[in-house]
């Protein structure tokens, strides 16, 4: 059961647009893709929804080769893809229909996924005339309305507020809980960490890591060290051999080999009554991890 | 097919309620109403003109003058004796000049209006006329002069050799000619010709570049992706095509009913262009049904085109430069199938035109309006049209497939066939 994308490559002329990506995604949950622009995320996608064809390799859902046939899967694309100016109702009913479903069942989910996400009142309205979440929230609909098994969502939260970001993050958890495979991109590490058990980071179309999100943070090792305080300590630092790594408006960042430095540190503020605000010692952020492998990779 | 079916209504609903295509159709059902409304409004204006008509006069004295023509007879051959003129021309006055006036004479028709001359020389014994005139088209008809002068002429030689009147005078008239057209009258049928292949033309282009329009929307609204990953692109392709074909042809059997009802109810019976009986009897049932087949087939030909053209542009600003080909090639099949069908001389061509299937959807309607056509010119026509249309939708299927979530760039056709191949 599930995704299997083994020694997949894909060319546009001479240019390698992704090269032999391999990766299983065999458990329900999230899967993050991440990559910076032109990385080969959006082709990678389009090669597992199988609308561009592979020059090497297999990609293959429930042990069959993807093809349109054999997977029902629903896709948000990074850009908006509705028709400005037909009612938002007939166009979800006519995407329900093209995915295969009865007038019926297309109905009662459009209502249904309309409610969940809030956007009722838009049933009569036409997508240009809606803001930028809203017309996020429409194209959501568009890749769920016929409950598909696969759902690859490429920037689902980009555009969108921190009240519709909520709604959108209950969809996913709801999506989690019914089982269902979503393969997930988007530059917002902070969301990924939040969802995706596994990752996959491409860089000019070459994997530069991929794994399990908690085993790769943790083969890092506990080496970050964030205090916020309003006093300097930078002095009692360079004593106890401990490197600045950034100076951030509200405190420091360093980096520690290893906890009993930190401890050090924690002493002799205590000791010089610091006013201390946060005091955390922890793994490196996929967002630092990413940083470090696609800009070490540049 | 089911998918097909579900691209077709969709297409077809929403292009139907667009106020494009509302207006546009009130526009062209207007137009065909005041087209067939024009003749009765010529013909009652000339009617009332012709209570009155000039040539209708034989009276010298009361008939009104379009002006004078001068004559000179330098050798005498006339013996200045012009005196049936003016019963053959009664619209000119004549006046008889001398030899020395002949320089004034032509710096007034030179200079002033409505003046003509004419200087007879003998040459070998034989008159030879010059005439001058200010503006061609205007003064009277050289071909009429010479039959005027020549039967003065052949009075006064008859007279001189004492033939009797009644000889010289039966010499003299006219025989008169009825014309008994048998076939499909040439005038009226290349009316009905011109207006059936301008309609099929506009109708086929206009809907061929709105199925690139809409292709092209659809991918600069980046639907695509969502159609694309939802069915198959043939189903997109044709089932779009299809449903604006069935638009364009109810908009082309409303204006043909609106044309056939204000035809019957307003068109007057005994409307004439360039003197010859204007009627549209040559729309028969026959006809109509194969202009409907024309125009399927011809839409389907320009309109898989049409659809690849758009598939190869990301903004809808770049349709036009993307169907400039087909637009070439719609455009010269046109002239081509339009030239043979207003010089009815150049059978061969017609012959071509008809049955090359560029140019079969517009020059096949108007030959079976303004001939009999061979069955088997027909049905060659129309073999090789749909065999080509099946060629073109399986080339255009693959084409669109490999354009549709291509961006960037307007793709060439040799990036296009190159990437199809893949």
Same mark, same amino acid.
């Given at each position: 059961?599930?995704?299997?994308?083994?020694?997949?490559?894909?060319?546009?002329?001479?240019?390698?647009?992704?090269?032999?990506?391999?990766?299983?995604? +065999?458990?329900?949950?999230?899967?993050?893709?991440?990559?910076?622009?032109?990385? #080969?995320?959006?082709?990678?996608?389009?090669?597992?929804?199988?609308?561009?064809? /592979?020059?090497? &390799?297999?990609?293959?859902?429930?042990?069959?080769? *993807?093809?349109?046939?054999?997977?029902?899967? &629903?896709?948000?694309?990074?850009?908006?893809?509705?028709?400005?100016?037909?009612?938002?109702?007939?166009?979800?009913?006519? $995407?329900?229909?093209?995915?295969?479903?009865?007038?019926? +069942?297309?109905?009662?989910?459009?209502?249904?996924?309309?409610?969940?996400? /809030?956007?009722?009142?838009?049933? @009569?309205?036409?997508?240009?005339?809606?803001?930028?979440?809203?017309?996020?929230?429409?194209?959501?609909?568009?890749?769920?309305?016929? !409950?598909?098994?696969?759902?690859?969502?490429?920037?689902?939260?980009?555009?969108?507020?921190?009240?519709?970001?909520?709604?959108?993050?209950?969809?996913?958890?709801?999506?989690?809980?019914?089982?269902?495979?979503?393969?997930?991109?988007?530059?917002?590490?902070?969301?990924?960490?939040?969802?995706?058990?596994?990752?996959?980071?491409?860089?000019?179309?070459?994997?530069?890591?991929?794994?399990?999100?908690?085993?790769?943070?943790?083969?890092?090792?506990? =080496?970050?060290?964030?205090?916020?305080?309003?006093?300097?300590?930078?002095?009692?630092?360079?004593?106890?051999?401990?490197?600045?790594?950034?100076?951030?408006? $509200?405190?420091?960042?360093?980096?520690?080999?290893?906890?009993?430095?930190?401890?050090?540190?924690?002493?002799?503020?205590?000791?010089?009554?610091?006013?201390? !605000?946060?005091?955390?010692?922890?793994?490196?952020?996929?967002?630092?991890?990413?940083?470090?492998?696609?800009?070490?990779?540049? | 097919?089911?998918?097909?079916?579900?691209? $077709?209504?969709?297409?077809?609903?929403?292009?139907?309620?667009?106020?494009?295509?509302?207006?546009?159709?009130?526009?062209?059902?207007?137009?065909?109403?005041?087209?067939?409304?024009?003749?009765?409004?010529?013909?009652?204006?000339?009617?009332?003109?012709?209570? %009155?008509?000039?040539? @209708?006069?034989?009276? %010298?004295?009361?008939?009104?003058?379009?002006?004078?023509?001068?004559?000179?007879?330098?050798?005498?051959?006339?013996?200045?004796?012009?005196?049936?003129?003016?019963?053959?021309?009664?619209?000119?006055?004549?006046?008889?000049?001398?030899?020395?006036?002949?320089?004034?004479?032509?710096?007034?028709?030179?200079?002033?209006? !409505?003046?003509?001359?004419?200087?007879?020389?003998? @040459?070998?014994?034989?008159?030879?006329? =010059?005439?001058?005139?200010? +503006?061609?088209?205007?003064?009277?008809?050289?071909?009429?002069?010479?039959?005027?002068?020549? =039967?003065?002429?052949?009075?006064?030689?008859?007279?001189?050799? @004492?033939?009797?009147?009644?000889?010289? =005078?039966?010499?003299?008239?006219?025989?008169?000619?009825?014309?008994?057209?048998?076939?499909? #009258?040439?005038?009226?049928?290349?009316?009905?010709?011109?207006? *059936?292949?301008?309609?099929?033309?506009?109708?086929?282009?206009?809907?061929?570049?709105?199925?690139?329009?809409?292709?092209?929307?659809?991918?600069?609204?980046?639907?695509?992706?969502?159609?694309?990953?939802?069915?198959?692109?043939?189903?997109?392709?044709?089932?779009?095509?299809?449903?604006?074909?069935?638009?364009?042809?109810?908009?082309?059997?409303?204006?043909?009913?609106?044309?056939?009802?204000?035809?019957?109810?307003?068109?007057?019976?005994?409307?004439?262009?360039?003197?010859?009986?204007?009627?549209?009897?040559?729309?028969?049932?026959?006809?109509?049904?194969?202009?409907?087949?024309?125009?399927?087939?011809?839409?389907?030909?320009?309109?898989?085109?049409?659809? *690849?053209?758009?598939?190869?542009?990301?903004?809808?600003? !770049?349709?036009?430069?993307?169907?400039?080909?087909?637009?070439?090639?719609?455009?010269?099949?046109?002239?081509?199938?339009?030239?043979?069908?207003?010089?009815?001389?150049? /059978?061969?061509?017609?012959?071509?035109?008809?049955?090359?299937?560029?140019?079969?959807?517009?020059?096949?309607?108007?030959?079976?309006?303004?001939?009999?056509?061979?069955?088997?010119?027909?049905?060659?026509?129309?073999?090789?049209?749909?065999?080509?249309?099946?060629? $073109?939708?399986?080339?255009?299927?693959?084409?669109?497939?490999?354009?549709?979530?291509?961006?960037?760039?307007?793709?060439?056709?040799?990036?296009?066939?190159?990437?199809?191949?893949?």
């Amino acid at each position: 059961m599930g995704l299997v994308v083994s020694e997949s490559t894909k060319t546009y002329g001479e240019k390698i647009a992704v090269n032999k990506i391999n990766f299983t995604f +065999d458990k329900p949950g999230v899967f993050g893709l991440l990559g910076t622009n032109g990385a #080969g995320k959006t082709t990678t996608i389009r090669m597992i929804l199988g609308i561009i064809d /592979k020059n090497s &390799g297999e990609i293959m859902w429930n042990n069959k080769p *993807v093809k349109r046939e054999n997977v029902n899967f &629903g896709y948000l694309p990074e850009e908006r893809g509705l028709y400005p100016k037909s009612k938002v109702s007939e166009q979800l009913f006519y $995407f329900g229909k093209l995915k295969g479903m009865n007038a019926k +069942d297309a109905k009662k989910s459009l209502s249904y996924w309309l409610e969940r996400l /809030k956007a009722t009142e838009y049933y @009569n309205s036409v997508p240009e005339q809606l803001s930028k979440g809203n017309q996020q929230k429409i194209q959501l609909v568009t890749a769920l309305i016929h !409950d598909p098994e696969l759902l690859i969502l490429d920037e689902p939260f980009s555009g969108l507020d921190p009240i519709n970001t909520d709604i959108f993050k209950s969809v996913v958890y709801e999506l989690v809980e019914k089982n269902k495979y979503i393969i997930m991109s988007s530059h917002q590490m902070s969301t990924v960490e939040e969802y995706c058990k596994e990752i996959l980071i491409l860089d000019k179309g070459n994997t530069v890591l991929k794994g399990n999100l908690r085993e790769i943070k943790s083969s890092y090792g506990r =080496n970050n060290l964030s205090i916020q305080c309003e006093d300097n300590i930078l002095d009692m630092a360079k004593d106890l051999n401990i490197g600045l790594k950034e100076k951030t408006p $509200f405190g420091y960042e360093f980096k520690i080999q290893n906890d009993q430095q930190a401890y050090l540190l924690l002493g002799k503020m205590l000791e010089a009554s610091i006013k201390l !605000d946060k005091f955390e010692i922890r793994e490196p952020s996929l967002h630092e991890i990413f940083i470090e492998k696609v800009g070490a990779a540049k | 097919m089911r998918d097909l079916l579900n691209v $077709f209504t969709y297409t077809f609903k929403e292009h139907l309620k667009k106020k494009a295509f509302i207006v546009s159709t009130c526009i062209v059902v207007i137009l065909t109403i005041i087209m067939m409304l024009i003749p009765a409004a010529i013909t009652k204006f000339s009617k009332s003109d012709e209570l %009155t008509p000039p040539q @209708n006069q034989t009276g %010298t004295g009361e008939t009104q003058k379009e002006g004078t023509l001068y004559i000179i007879d330098k050798d005498n051959s006339f013996k200045q004796d012009f005196s049936t003129f003016n019963l053959a021309l009664p619209t000119y006055t004549y006046e008889v000049k001398s030899v020395d006036q002949e320089g004034s004479l032509i710096d007034s028709v030179k200079n002033g209006e !409505d003046q003509y001359l004419v200087v007879i020389n003998e @040459n070998n014994g034989i008159p030879e006329i =010059n005439y001058y005139f200010k +503006d061609y088209m205007k003064g009277p008809d050289p071909v009429l002069l010479n039959t005027i002068f020549k =039967n003065i002429y052949a009075n006064s030689l008859l007279k001189d050799t @004492n033939v009797s009147q009644e000889i010289v =005078n039966k010499l003299s008239s006219p025989i008169v000619i009825l014309e008994n057209e048998m076939g499909k #009258g040439l005038v009226q049928t290349q009316v009905a010709c011109m207006i *059936v292949m301008m309609l099929l033309f506009f109708s086929i282009y206009y809907y061929g570049y709105w199925i690139a329009m809409s292709v092209a929307s659809e991918k600069t609204s980046r639907v695509m992706e969502i159609l694309i990953t939802s069915t198959k692109p043939a189903s997109i392709i044709v089932g779009k095509t299809l449903a604006m074909g069935l638009l364009g042809l109810s908009q082309l059997v409303l204006i043909l009913a609106t044309g056939m009802v204000t035809y019957k109810l307003a068109f007057p019976k005994d409307f004439k262009l360039f003197g010859a009986l204007f009627d549209f009897s040559s729309f028969t049932p026959l006809s109509i049904t194969m202009i409907i087949i024309y125009f399927i087939l011809g839409y389907f030909l320009y309109a898989m085109l049409n659809a *690849v053209a758009g598939a190869t542009v990301s903004k809808a600003e !770049d349709v036009n430069s993307a169907i400039m080909p087909i637009s070439m090639i719609s455009i010269i099949a046109f002239y081509f199938a339009y030239m043979p069908a207003v010089i009815p001389t150049a /059978k061969n061509l017609s012959f071509i035109a008809s049955v090359v299937p560029f140019s079969a959807p517009f020059s096949m309607p108007g030959r079976l309006l303004t001939s009999n056509v061979p069955f088997w010119q027909i049905a060659l026509s129309l073999f090789l049209l749909i065999a080509c249309i099946l060629l $073109f939708v399986s080339i255009s299927i693959k084409l669109y497939s490999s354009a549709v979530l291509h961006y960037g760039k307007r793709l060439k056709i040799s990036e296009l066939i190159k990437m199809s191949r893949k």
